[in-house]
C-alpha cells in the first residue's frame, strides 16, 4: 500500500558547493560546504551525499531522538561528494542504524571504497570501527529498489567521469530527482527529460557559468542554462541548482541567480540551510 507523505516531505540543502569547499567571508551567503541534501518524507531521512555539508547535518541529527535509521545515497565517491563522512555524528551513537547505498563495479567495491577512505592513515577511526550498525547496498544504473517507508528510489547513469548515479526518489505521490554531477550533452537530456518528467522538485548540477563551460567541456558538469531547457522538456515544477564551483563568490552567484529568475520563475539558487517544502 503506498504511503501518503502529504505536505510531510522537506528537502534541505546542507552544501552546494563542488569539487572543494569554499569557507571564505564572500561565498557565505550562499555557503561553503561540499554536496549534501536531506529529505525528510513522514518518519524517513534520506541523505544525498556526504560532502562536508554532512557534518552539519550530523551534528543536527545527533541532537534529535527522533530519528534511529538512517539512509545515505552516494551519487560517486569523488572526494567532495563523501568528505563530510568522517564528521557525520550518528556514525559514533550505536542506537543508529545506517543504510549506504551507491553504485559499485564489483562486489563489495562500495564498502572497501568508503572503508579505504576513512581509516588510518587518513583518519584515526576507521569505518568499520563506528559504533552506529552499517548495511551497504549496490545499486545498478536503470534499478528500482524500495527504501524504508515505502519510498521509491530509481537510478540513471550519469555523464560523469567515474561510476555516477542519478536519482528519482517517489514519497507518495512526490516525486524528487537528483542530478548532480551530470553534463547535459543533447543524448544525456533526452534521456534526463525523460527520468524527470513532472518531479516536483529537480535538483540541477550549475557548477559552470555559460561563459565558463566552454574551457571545462568535457568534465561531466553543466550550467544554469542547461538545467533550464531541461526543466522546460520534462516539466519540473521547481528547479534547484546547485554544485557551484568553489571559485564563484556571492556577487557571481547572485548575478546568475538574477539572470535565471528573469526567464525561469520556477528556477532558484541553493543556499546553504534553505529549507524547500515539496
Known amino acids: 500500500m503506498e504511503e501518503d507523505y502529504g505536505k510531510q516531505i522537506q528537502v534541505t540543502c546542507w552544501g552546494c558547493r563542488g569539487s572543494c569547499p569554499a569557507p571564505y567571508e564572500n561565498r557565505l551567503q550562499f555557503g561553503g560546504n561540499t554536496s549534501c541534501y536531506s529529505v525528510e518524507a513522514g518518519n524517513e531521512l534520506l541523505i544525498l551525499d ?52 551507491g553504485g559499485e563495479e564489483r562486489p563489495g567495491e562500495l564498502r572497501s571504497s568508503l572503508e579505504a577512505v576513512m581509516g588510518p592513515p587518513y583518519w584515526p577511526v576507521s569505518l568499520k570501527d563506528c559504533p552506529a550498525r552499517l548495511e551497504y547496498r549496490s ?18 547513469r550519469a555523464n560523469h567521469p567515474g ?26 537530456m533526452e534521456a534526463l527529460a525523460h527520468f524527470a518528467r513532472d518531479a516536483d522538485l529537480m535538483i540541477c548540477d550549475a557548477q559552470y557559468s555559460p561563459e565558463d563551460y566552454p574551457g571545462h567541456r568535457g568534465w561531466g558538469h553543466s550550467t544554469w542554462q542547461d538545467g533550464v531547457r ?7 515544477k521547481k528547479v534547484c541548482f546547485s554544485h557551484f564551483a568553489w571559485e564563484y563568490d556571492d556577487r557571481d552567484l547572485l548575478k546568475m541567480d538574477r539572470e535565471l529568475r528573469r526567464i525561469f520563475a520556477r528556477g532558484f539558487f541553493a543556499k546553504e540551510r534553505m529549507v524547500i517544502p515539496v
Open 50 to 101: 556526504g560532502g562536508t555539508g554532512l557534518a552539519g547535518l550530523g551534528e543536527t541529527l545527533a541532537r534529535r531522538g527522533d530519528v534511529k535509521t538512517i539512509t545515505i545515497l552516494f551519487s560517486h565517491l569523488h572526494l567532495d561528494h563523501i568528505s563530510g563522512i568522517p564528521f557525520f555524528k550518528p556514525l559514533y551513537q550505536p542506537e543508529r542504524t545506517i543504510h549506504i547505498y
Open 139 to 156: 545499486l545498478e544504473e536503470g534499478q528500482r529498489a524500495v527504501l524504508p517507508g515505502g519510498i521509491i528510489l530509481e537510478t540513471m
Open 163 to 188: 561510476r555516477t548515479l542519478l536519482y528519482r526518489i517517489t514519497a507518495g505521490n512526490k516525486k524528487i530527482v537528483y542530478g548532480l554531477d551530470c553534463e547535459m550533452d543533447s543524448q544525456v
Open 230 to 236: 531541461l526543466a522546460k522538456r520534462c516539466g519540473a
